[in-house]
Every structure is written in C-alpha cells, then in structure tokens.
C-alpha cells in the first residue's frame, strides 16, 4: 500500500522559530539603541564641560573678590561640590572632580598651578590652571 503525498498545505504549522515581523522588531530595537547612545554619550560631555566652565567662573569671581577686597579667597574642589570662601556651589552629581585646594592671593595671583579631572560616566575634561597670572583653560 502506498501512502500518498502530503501538499504543504496539509502539514501542521511548525511554531518553532522566529516570525518575519518578530525578527523585523527585533532589528527595529537594535537600531533605536545604536542611534540614542552616541546621543546620551554626547550629552553628558556637554554636561560635563558646563559643570567644569561653572567651577572656572567661580574661580574668576573668586580672582576678582581677591583683588577688589585685598584678602586671600580659598577655593576647595571635592568631588561634585565647590567650595569658594563661605559659599557652596554644587555640580551634577554625575560629574566627579578630583580633590583640589588653592586660594587666590590679594593681588589675584593663584597660590599653585594645577590641572583638575572632572568625570562622568563616559568622559574627563580637565581645567588647567596657570600660575602667575592665574588662567585657567577648560581641555
């Protein structure tokens, strides 16, 4: 006796593997994550660098308190908090700052030449910052 041969339309659906609108979603995801990624790394950069040009602008405040009241002004860095004279400022508490104390002199000279590393989760930005005349770089 012979058994006659089944059609494809006779056989029971297999539910073993992936659809094409499964795979096509699965895709579609990977791609959405690939393209915001570099956007949250870029954004957190830019936050970073805001948060280093804040602690330069309260270093300049602070030069320029030095030399308008002729009395030393201190200024301590501690992680994502700022301490200028008797005034806390703070930073995003993502970014990080190494330790850092200097006072700026009467005549608004800084006391050291220093270079400060800010970090967050994917980037460093350094301020430099000269002696003598007491500039400061955001690199």
């Known amino acids: 006796m012979e058994t006659p041969l089944k059609s494809a339309m006779d056989r029971p659906p297999c539910d073993s593997g992936f659809t094409l609108v499964e795979m096509l979603l699965v895709l579609l995801l990977l791609s959405v994550l690939l393209l915001v990624t570099p956007l949250l790394k870029r954004q957190q950069r830019i936050l970073l660098r805001m948060d280093v040009q804040q602690i330069r602008e309260i270093c300049t405040k602070a030069q320029a308190q030095a030399i308008r009241e002729h009395k030393s002004i ?48 994917s980037s460093t930005v350094q301020l430099v910052a000269q002696l003598g005349s007491g500039r400061m770089d955001v690199r």
């Open 74 to 121: 201190p200024i301590k860095i501690q992680g994502s908090k700022v301490y200028c004279d008797r005034e806390i400022y703070s930073l995003q508490s993502s970014t990080s700052c190494s330790s850092m104390s200097f006072h700026y002199t009467a005549q608004g000279t800084i006391s050291k030449a220093f270079t400060l590393n800010c970090r967050s989760a």
